[in-house]
């Protein structure tokens, strides 16, 4: 019962929210427009967060990636390198996540100085 309730809090909050702010971004953008700016700008907007979203799912999808490398990276050091009989490698996991999230920050970088020279 108390489960059923925390879903449906949780569920009107996040409504809420959304609902917030896309009625307020409107009338936002509505007075923009009475005051005389150019569409543009919007444009301008949306092309910034189609950017940060691009870096966000790469950095994301490199973490994952660093995840799944590292389990298999302390598997391999678990059964080839394991001179006192050690359970777990964590060293494994932080190396493999900092490096593909890094890799996949400096892919981001490349593929938007790629995007912002075309637009340009």
Known sequence: ???????IVISLT???????FFTYRNK???SLIESGLDLEYFRKTI????????????VFIGFSIGVISGF?????????YNPKNYRNYPQAYIGMITFFMGL????SFFLN?????RDA
């Open 72 to 80: 298999f990276f302390e598997k391999y050091l678990l059964e080839h």
């Open 113 to 117: 100085k790629k995007l912002r020279k």
């Open 47 to 58: 092309q910034r967060q189609n950017s940060i979203l691009l870096s966000l799912g790469l």
């Open 104 to 107: 996949a920050m400096l892919v």
């Open 1 to 7: 019962m108390f489960a059923y309730i925390v879903i």
């Open 14 to 20: 996040v409504f809420g929210i959304a609902y917030t």
């Open 28 to 30: 936002e953008r509505m």
